[in-house]
């Protein structure tokens, strides 16, 4: 048996799954991205707070899925102390934890925002990732539905601001206690009903997916895929399931019966304007009257319920804020089909939808869909105080909105000039020490610039670095151009678009365009010279 020892195997480069690797263009669109969304959350009032990746698992909430299975739904690990800890699932648990913490110190209303990484320990598929970035913005301690308002008006400022003109996107408004309303009304209220309120609102929850026939199966008896897998349903009798597909029903809020029967003359527009809905001087106001009418025309499925009836009252509120304000059903609309957060939200909830259509894997147009959504969730940081402190707030899924806004060409349209390549022709640390002077004296005059690091040699291998880089332009000095005092400055643009068009060597000495010779102590102002007229050519070949 041989004495000798094994090689150690070559460890191998494996990404973990559920996990991407980011490079430089798509780090320069997501900063280009959130630099735009914190100017609009800045201009409303709110200022940058940061929380930790980790959190103790019992601070992240019920909503995870199950409090005895710490792991499930987290990637959690044991303290030294025997305490779980958790990364974060979401960014509004972590400042529900920091709120109570702070709450002496902290000026009530708090109107915060944050951006950052989460994590969900689940199983990935395509498009859907264990790591992702959101950008959050809350207000806690505010009561009153007109934070949840402005909540929706900043989140249609934020995607005009990304370049999401009026009509490719739209803020849908809904209600929880309206959903809690409708439930209640059919005789689904009361903690021994718990469990099939869930399932209701799972299966409402499934309208975009299954469409309203299939809602109604997995309201009532199931529900039967294409590949014959059957999905028991909650069985709702027919009256209960109307009830909740007339609370489901969405589209345009324009209801032709019920224009009819309440009209749109100038008696009907005062009476509305006497209710509080009306806005003088409004040249939009068909808009307007149809949200109202949406509104009315959902009050009767949760006639039977005060909860449900407060909720239609809050909507109409959030309607006739966001419209005094200039934001009509085209940019806000009230929509009861809108779900989100089974056990998260308390009052109003909304979702930002994109509206334009794309081209998914299996070729087939489909609408975008939603990029961000949040609501009223006023029971989480009173899990830590025992008080009620109101809080309202809006995610945005960063990767989802830089995806849409690629599609639109609105992120990553200005390429980032490649650095200005010093090359190095002699290594002398006389001559490395001339190298790293023109270097500086390009970078503080704002120019992206390097030295040439490697270990090549070579010029011509330099040059095919800075070829690969895509560098606009190479510094040349070697000894007779020290002597001189000199550099030659080599157009690497121009020099690429002539090797193709000069055949011989002769025309191609003769040409020289792409290379030219300054006083050393000129570079600076020659090479932004030549910068300039590159980007001038960029902006004519369009």
């Known amino acids: 048996m041989s004495d000798k020892q094994k090689k150690p195997q070559k460890l191998k480069a494996r990404l973990p799954r559920g996990f991407v690797d980011r490079e430089a263009h798509d780090i320069r669109a997501v900063n280009e991205m959130t630099a735009k969304i914190r100017e609009v959350y800045e201009r409303y009032g709110f200022d940058p707070v940061e929380t930790p990746l980790f959190e103790y698992t019992d601070a992240l909430g019920k909503f995870l899925p199950d409090s005895d299975r710490p792991n499930e739904g987290v990637f959690s690990l044991q303290d030294d102390d025997e305490q779980w800890m958790s990364l974060r699932y979401d960014l509004t648990a972590p400042l529900a934890r920091h709120v109570a913490e702070n709450f002496q110190e902290i000026q009530l209303p708090y109107r915060t925002y944050r951006a950052g990484y989460v994590f969900r320990n689940e199983k990935p598929g395509p498009g859907r990732f264990r790591q992702f970035m959101q950008f959050d913005a809350d207000t806690v301690g505010a009561a009153g539905v007109q934070a949840d308002a402005e909540m929706c008006m900043m989140m249609a400022d934020t995607l005009e601001a990304l370049g999401i003109k009026r009509g490719d996107y739209v803020i849908r408004v809904n209600n929880r206690k309206v959903l809690d309303g409708v439930l209640e009304a059919i005789g689904l209220g009361g903690e021994e009903n718990a469990g099939r309120r869930l399932n209701v609102l799972r299966a409402m929850d499934k309208l975009d997916k299954f469409g309203s026939e299939g809602v109604r199966l997995l309201l009532g008896p199931g529900r039967k895929d294409e590949s014959g897998d059957f999905t028991k349903g909650v069985g709702l009798n027919d009256e209960q399931i109307a009830k909740v597909l007339l ?138 105080m025992g008080q009620p402190v109101p809080a309202t707030g809006f995610s945005i899924g960063v990767s989802r909105l830089m995806t849409a806004l690629k599609n639109l060409g609105k992120l990553g349209t200005d390429a980032v000039l490649a650095p200005v390549v010093v090359c190095v022709m002699d290594r002398d640390t006389e001559a490395l020490g001339r190298y790293q002077r023109m270097v500086q004296q390009l970078r503080h005059a704002g120019i992206r610039a390097e030295m040439y690091q490697g270990n090549k040699k070579n010029f011509g291998d330099q040059l095919k670095y800075a070829d690969r880089r895509g560098s606009p332009l190479a510094i040349i000095q070697g000894s007779s151009e020290r002597e001189a005092e000199e550099v030659q400055i080599k157009d690497l643009i121009e020099g690429k678009r002539l090797s193709g068009e000069i055949t011989d060597n002769v025309t191609w000495r003769e040409a020289r365009v792409a290379q030219v010779s300054v006083k050393e102590a000129d570079l600076v102002e020659k090479v932004r010279a030549m910068l300039a007229e590159q980007a001038e050519d960029r902006k004519r070949s369009g």
């Open 247 to 384: 609370v489901l029903s969405h589209g345009s809020a324009r209801n032709s019966d019920m224009t009819q029967a309440i009209g749109t003359d100038q008696k009907s527009k005062d009476f509305w304007s006497s209710m509080g809905l009306g806005l003088a001087g409004d040249s939009s106001e068909d808009a307007f009257y149809d949200n109202a009418l949406y509104l009315e025309g959902r009050r009767d499925a949760v006639r039977d319920s005060n909860l449900g009836t407060a909720g239609i009252d809050e909507l109409t509120q959030i309607n006739a804020l966001c419209r005094a304000a200039g934001y009509g059903s085209e940019m806000v609309r009230m929509d009861t089909s809108v779900v989100r957060g089974l056990e998260y939200y308390t009052g109003p909830v909304y979702e930002a939808e994109l509206l334009f259509d794309v081209t998914n894997e299996k070729g087939e147009k489909v609408v975008f869909g939603s990029v961000g959504g949040g609501g009223r969730y006023d029971g989480l940081v009173s899990r830590f």
